[in-house]
């Protein structure tokens, strides 16, 4: 009996030492874990690290492509507006004012060739000013004058408002943004005719887009019956009825004129409504005293 009882303990203690044993190993598996987890937190440690940061870590990439892009597209997207501006202007001097100088008053002519014409000289100014005008950039030479920060960038004084661009590759004065149309930054200097630029275009396309709004509407009429003839033309050829004579079309002068009058309709429409919301913008941020980019931070 004793013996058995000897046995017995032996066979629990065993059976607790095996189970301390187990709980040993998992305890330093998990500290081994955690210890681990500890060394690699610690090589990339940074208090200043959270979500924003780490979202904007992984889209670094893309705004290195995006940069890079702008920067050498830029005298595309100024070539671009150069082509679509002198387009419409050659739609309106061939096909539109002639129009207007055989049918309308004389008051009315006076009013549509003077207004006109300075809305034109209003546009290609302030485009030409923002284009050449630098935006402002700090001094590079040292002065005693304390200065608010220091670039991490540029390595140099950083005076208030003012915002480092990636792809101009420096610091720019009030810094509002980049404008690929521009090739430029809207900046302290240049900021005025960006606004004035916007704002004379997005009237001008207003003028031309009411101005030729019932001319659109007789083009829009007159390409559905040129289709609509093109239609009954085939139809003819397929019957080679010859007793009947085929629908009269419309001369090669005539197609160009409606179609040029829809193309200057529908690009004057789109542009107006898209660079007048941000003439919109830029106005209440002029209002409330702020650049886009302090807009964004504030």
């Known amino acids: 009996m004793v013996g058995m009882r000897s046995s017995r303990r032996l066979f629990l203690r065993c059976l607790r030492l095996g189970h301390l044993r187990r709980f040993r190993f998992a305890t330093q598996l998990i500290n081994y874990i955690r210890y681990a987890r500890l060394c690699i937190v610690s090589l990339a440690y940074n208090s200043f690290t959270n979500s924003d940061v780490v979202i904007e870590s992984l889209f670094e990439p893309v705004y290195w492509l995006v940069d890079h892009v702008t920067r050498w597209f830029g005298i595309v997207f100024v070539a671009l507006v150069i082509v679509l501006t002198s387009s419409i202007v050659l739609i309106v001097y061939i096909c539109v004012l002639p129009l207007i100088i055989q049918t309308y008053s004389t008051p009315w002519i006076y009013w549509h060739v003077i207004y006109g014409h300075w809305n034109l ?160 913008w830029h106005a209440m941020l002029i209002t409330r005293g702020e650049t886009s980019i302090e807009r964004h931070i504030n």
Not at 135 to 159: F, L, N, W
Not at 218 to 230: D, G, H, N, R, T
Not at 241 to 266: A, G
Request: proline fraction near 6%; aromatic fraction near 14%; charged fraction near 15%.
């Open 121 to 280: 000289i209003m546009i290609v100014f302030h485009y030409y000013k923002a284009i050449t005008t630098p935006p402002g950039y700090p001094s590079q030479m040292e002065t005693d004058i304390p200065s608010v920060s220091i670039c991490r960038k540029c390595i140099a004084h950083k005076p208030a408002r003012t915002h480092h661009c990636s792809i101009c590759s420096r610091c720019v004065l009030k810094m509002d943004h980049h404008c690929p149309w521009l090739n430029n930054c809207v900046g302290h200097y240049n900021h005025r005719y960006f606004f004035s630029f916007c704002l004379f275009m997005t009237m001008g396309c207003i003028y031309c887009s009411f101005s030729s709004r019932v001319m659109f509407r007789e083009a829009y009429s007159a390409i559905e019956k040129m289709k609509l003839q093109e239609k009954e033309r085939l139809q003819f050829a397929a019957n080679e009825t010859y007793n009947d004579t085929p629908p009269p079309t419309f001369t090669f002068r005539e197609r160009m004129f409606h179609k040029c009058i829809i193309y200057l309709w529908v690009l004057c429409s789109s542009v107006a409504l898209a660079l007048g919301a941000l003439t919109l």
